[in-house]
C-alpha cells in the first residue's frame, strides 16, 4: 500500500497492517493466518485482503493512547518543543519521559537536559468555544522561551471532538516563525493501539522536516529506535559505516538528513516500519528487509544483507566471523548455567519476537509469551520482515503466544499456565503482578541490550543476576495476597470473559 504524505493525517494501523490486539494460540496458528489475510482471500474469484479473527475484551483495564507515543518520540526530538493541545491530563506521562529522556541523554553521553514539552491545559470553555488561541499562545511561548528549530504539535482526543483546525494555525506559525510547525494527528479514540503513536510522529518528520533535494552520503545508516545505548555505532562502524539516531534523542538536523542515508535499520520493526517505509518510498532510502538482529541467525542475516546493500560484503563476512569467535565460547558457558531455565517475555511485539530468539539461543526454554498487539504485516509488505514467521522456522514453536495490550486481568492467567522463573517486560506496570506470584522481572529499560551478538551475553548475564534474587520474590508472594477473588483465580483460560460475556454479571 502506497503511504500517502499529501495528507497530514497518518492511517491507523488497523486500516493499513490489520492490527489486533487479542489472539490466543500457537505462535505457529498466528503466522499461518497472518500469512493467509494479507495473501488475500479468494472470494468470487477475486484476491481481497481479509482481517485476522481477534478476540474483543469486554472492557480495557489498563493501556495507552497513541498521543503518548508522540510525547515519547516528538517530545524527545532535542532542539525541538512538542505542543500537547490537550487538557492537562494528558500531560501526566510528561514526569516520566522526561526521566526517560534525562536518562537516555546519560546513555549516549549527551548533555543532560529536561524535555520541552508545553500543554495548552484545555478546561471546560475551551470545549465549548474552541482552543484555538491557547494554541496560537503555546505556540508563541515554545519560539520565545526556547527559539526551537521545529515544533510539533500532538492533538488529542479533546481536540478531535471540538474540531480545532489545527493544521491552519501550524501552516500561519510555519510561515511567520520560518521553522517546521507539523501537526500530528494522533487521537487516542481514533486506533485501538498506541503504536499508531509512532506512525504519526513519522509521518509528519517525513512530510515536513525531511529534506526533499537530499545529498547522498554512501557510508550514513539511519537507526529508527527509541533512548537504548549506542550499541549500532561500533557494530556498523566495522563495516565502515557511521549511523544517524533517529527519532528519540536526534536533533532536527538528524532528521532533516534521514533522506541522504544508505539505508534504515532498526532493533524492531514494529517501531521503524512506517518512516522506513515512506523513506524508501519518496527519497529511495532502502530499508534492510532482513531478520531483525537478535540472535546469530538473525544477526547474521542483518549484517549481510547491510554488506550486501552497501557494497560492503567482504568486511561483512569478516565482522561476522571475528564476533562468532569472540562470544561462542561465554556463549557456552551462559548455556551450561541457564539449562532447565523456563522464560516468559512480554513485550511489543517485533520486539518479542527477537529477545524469544535470543533466549532460546542460550538454551532457555520458552513456552509462554505475551504481544501488546500484532501487526500480520509491516508497512513494506516484504516477507523479510515477518519476524513472527522467521522466529518459527528458526527457533521453533511458542505454545502459549497471546495478543493482549496489557491487561492486567488477564496477565495473573497468562503467567500461571507456564509458570515461568523469570519474565522479560519493558514496562514495568506488570512487574508487581509476577513479584507477587513469586517470579522476578527483567525489566529492559535499554531497549538494545539484546541486538547483535553481544546482546546475547547480555541478557544471559542479566538472567543470571536475576535468578540470583528470586528467593526474594518467593518471600514476597508467601506472604501476600493477589488482587483477585478465588473464581477468577480458578479460570484455566486468561480470555475467558471475552468469549462469554455471561461470566461479567458474576
Keep these: 500500500m502506497k503511504i500517502n504524505l499529501n495528507t497530514p493525517v497518518v492511517e491507523s494501523r488497523e486500516q493499513r497492517l490489520g492490527t489486533i490486539i487479542g489472539w490466543d494460540g500457537k505462535a505457529s496458528d498466528l503466522s499461518k493466518e497472518s500469512t493467509y489475510a494479507y495473501g488475500g482471500c479468494d472470494i468470487d474469484g477475486k484476491q481481497r485482503d481479509c482481517r485476522l479473527c481477534e478476540i474483543r475484551g469486554p472492557f480495557t483495564q489498563g493501556s495507552t493512547c497513541s498521543e503518548q507515543m508522540v510525547e515519547c518520540q516528538a517530545g524527545n526530538v532535542r532542539d525541538a518543543v512538542l505542543i500537547q493541545h490537550s487538557p492537562i491530563g494528558c500531560g501526566a506521562g510528561q514526569v516520566l519521559y522526561n526521566s526517560i529522556y534525562r ?98 510522529t513519522q509521518h509528519g518528520i517525513v512530510r515536513q522536516i525531511v529534506r526533499k533535494n537530499p545529498k ?69 532510502v532502502p530499508q534492510i528487509k532482513a531478520p531483525q538482529p537478535y540472535g546469530f541467525a538473525g544477526t547474521d542475516a542483518w549484517i549481510r544483507e547491510i554488506g550486501r546493500v552497501t557494497h560492503r560484503e567482504e568486511k561483512a563476512e569478516a565482522y561476522i566471523a571475528k564476533e562468532h569467535a569472540r562470544v561462542f565460547p561465554r556463549i557456552n558457558e551462559l548455556r551450561k548455567e541457564l539449562k532447565g531455565v523456563k522464560g516468559f517475555i512480554a513485550t511489543g511485539s517485533a520486539y518479542s519476537h527477537g529477545l524469544i530468539a535470543v533466549l532460546r539461543e542460550l538454551g532457555i526454554e520458552v513456552d509462554g509469551s505475551l504481544v501488546f498487539h500484532h501487526d500480520p504485516i509491516y508497512d513494506s509488505r516484504d516477507k523479510r520482515q515477518d519476524s513472527l514467521s522467521y522466529l518459527v522456522e528458526n527457533y521453533g514453536d511458542v505454545k502459549y503466544f497471546s495478543v493482549s495490550n496489557r491487561q492486567q486481568y488477564q496477565f495473573f492467567g497468562l503467567l500461571h499456565r507456564v509458570n515461568p522463573d523469570f519474565i522479560i517486560i519493558r514496562h514495568n506496570g506488570l512487574a508487581p503482578l509476577a513479584s507477587r506470584m513469586g517470579i522476578p522481572a527483567v525489566p529492559l529499560g535499554d531497549e538494545h541490550t539484546a541486538v547483535g551478538y553481544q546482546g546475547i551475553i547480555n541478557l544471559g548475564e542479566i538472567i543470571i543476576d536475576v535468578l540470583a534474587h528470586k528467593k526474594f520474590h518467593q518471600d514476597l508472594a508467601s506472604h501476600t495476597k493477589l488482587p483477585y477473588k478465588k473464581w477468577w483465580l480458578d479460570q484455566k483460560d486468561p480470555f475467558i470473559l471475552a468469549k462469554d460475556k455471561n461470566l461479567l454479571n458474576i
Excluded at 511561548?141 to 521545529?150: L, V
Excluded at 537507526?223 to 528519540?248: K, Q
Excluded at 534523542?249 to 532533516?256: G, N, Q
Aim: proline share 3%; hydrophobic share 45%.
Design 216 to 284: 547522498k552520503q554512501e557510508d550514513l545508516v539511519n537507526v529508527i529506535n527509541l533512548w537504548g545505548s549506542d550499541v549500532f555505532t561500533p557494530m556498523l562502524a566495522e563495516l565502515g559505516l557511521r549511523v544517524n539516531y533517529v527519532v528519540d534523542l536526534a536533533t532536527v538536523e538528524d532528521l532533516e538528513r534521514l533522506s541522504e542515508a544508505a539505508v534504515t535499520v532498526t532493533f524492531c520493526y514494529t517501531l521503524s516500519s512506517y518512516m522506513a517505509a515512506a523513506l524508501e518510498q519518496e527519497f529511495g
Design 103 to 200: 536518562n537516555g541523554l546519560a546513555l549516549r553521553n549527551l548533555p543532560v537536559e529536561n524535555i520541552r514539552i508545553i500543554c495548552t491545559n484545555l478546561q471546560e470553555s475551551d470545549m465549548v468555544f474552541g482552543g484555538i488561541d491557547k494554541l496560537e499562545e503555546a505556540i508563541k511561548t515554545a519560539w520565545d522561551r526556547f527559539h526551537p528549530k521545529a515544533i510539533f504539535i500532538a492533538t488529542s482526543c479533546a481536540t478531535g471532538i471540538i474540531g480545532d483546525d489545527v493544521d491552519s494555525v501550524a501552516s500561519k506559525y510555519e510561515e511567520e516563525l520560518n521553522i517546521p510547525v507539523v501537526p500530528l494527528h494522533c487521537e487516542g479514540f481514533k486506533s485501538k493501539h498506541w503504536s499508531t503513536g509512532f506512525d504519526a
